[in-house]
């Protein structure tokens, strides 16, 4: 693990700096003032540290209290696949470039050819598969983030800004619920629908909204929802709470269990709908190379988990420490240059009992949060871009 190497070496240097210094000669041996120089250099950087490192223990936002993350969260060995291919990615062709602000999630409508994704400016848009036409299809007024087919051709929208939306056919818009147990939704985040109707989504955090949802991830508590939407009764259900930032939510094939995303965790988990382990939560697949996000089954007996973000030395650090998090809030100006260091974005395809088959990578992709297969092709859709990314499969030697 990075953190034993490191360790080594800096005791490999530590020894290899005590037998020079023992090797040398009187002659050789650093002169007095050179020594006096050096112990006050290091005074006055130890006067100048002090005083930040004492302020930023001490200081107490009224709202803002990070925690040391739960024992389960792993800072072992990630998971892996069996095949990793970290170059194809790179071979991407862009689709509606420019036209396509910060494609959160898609959506396959098999029958009328088009992809449908919720973009950064409120609009849901549809992309015609495989010509590549934009068209604005839908306006939320909001943030639209999680999407998924309806049965009548409609859309259910998981709206960060607005809430959990019906887009009709005709596209208009119609509010489903926006609070459960008297508290309202801050980040509407992913969704997907049973065979019998129910929509089951996630409230990423009751706490921050899409805005400052980077706080969330800082503070590393608990204010995430699994929830579901009943249309015949209206009734919004909460099924799973304390989470650490809900995300994406996929219906297992056999309408039994639903599989979801905690993205400060880099887990997902299963949650059972029906069956003897009804309304209990388990483990699906734990200590993920990345962050999760959005995840999609894709027919053929295989979810594909996004990974927004590789993990990173800089990422574990932050996460095992709240002292490093609160002087990441404290600099508050400068809280998004950790996102914005993010690399290394893709994605986890794995069978339908959470074992790992392939991975897709690419280190200068980043927030790449929804990944669909359709055919022989992945599209993709970042937070980062102004487009969809298609990429050919068969162009890789890992898929069987």
């Not at 470039?97 to 396959?108: C, Q, R, S």
Request: aromatic share 8%.
């Amino acid at each position: 693990h990075k953190y034993r190497s490191f360790r080594a070496e800096v005791q490999g240097l530590t020894a290899s700096a005590r037998r020079s210094s023992s090797a040398r000669c009187p002659s050789q041996a650093p002169s007095s003032a050179m020594a006096t120089g050096l112990g006050v250099a290091a005074k006055a950087v130890l006067l100048v540290l002090a005083p930040v490192v004492i302020s930023v223990a001490l200081y107490s936002p009224k709202d803002f209290s990070p925690a040391e993350l739960p024992p389960e969260h792993s800072f072992g060995p990630d998971v892996s696949a069996p095949r990793h291919d970290a170059r194809v990615l790179a071979a991407s062709e862009r689709i509606g470039e420019g036209l396509l602000p910060g494609p959160e999630d898609l959506a396959y409508d098999a029958a009328g050819g088009w992809l449908y994704t919720g973009c950064a400016d409120g609009w849901v848009r549809r992309v015609s598969v495989p010509g590549g036409d934009v068209e604005d299809w839908a306006y939320t007024g909001g943030r639209p983030l999680g999407v998924v087919l309806a049965g009548d051709g409609g859309l259910v929208v998981a709206d960060a800004d607005k809430g959990l939306l019906k887009v009709r056919p005709d596209k208009t818009v119609e509010m489903l619920t926006d609070a459960a147990e008297g508290l309202k939704f801050a980040l509407t985040d992913g969704v997907d629908i049973a065979a019998d109707g129910t929509i089951y989504f996630t409230d990423a955090s009751y706490k921050y909204s899409l805005a400052d949802h980077f706080l969330d991830v800082l503070e590393a508590r608990p204010h995430g929802r699994l929830m579901s939407f009943d249309p015949s009764t209206r009734r919004t259900s909460v099924l799973a709470r304390d989470l650490y930032f809900a995300n994406g939510v996929a219906v297992a094939p056999d309408q039994d269990s639903l599989i979801f995303c905690e993205t400060v965790m880099r887990r997902c988990s299963r949650y059972h709908i029906r069956g003897d382990k009804a309304g209990t939560v388990e483990s699906f697949i734990d200590s993920l190379p990345g962050l999760p996000d959005n995840i999609r089954y894709n027919g053929e007996g295989r979810y594909w988990i996004a990974l927004s973000a590789g993990r990173t030395l800089q990422l574990d650090v932050l996460m095992w420490s709240p002292l490093v998090r609160k002087l990441v809030y404290m600099v508050g100006k400068y809280v998004m240059a950790v996102p914005q260091g993010l690399r290394d974005s893709g994605t986890m395809s794995v069978a339908l009992n959470g074992e790992p088959a392939t991975m897709y990578t690419d280190p200068g992709l980043a927030l790449a949060t929804g990944w669909l297969k359709v055919g022989g092709y992945l599209y993709y859709g970042s937070l980062a871009s102004s487009y969809i990314s298609r990429v050919d499969l068969t162009k890789s030697s890992i898929e069987a």
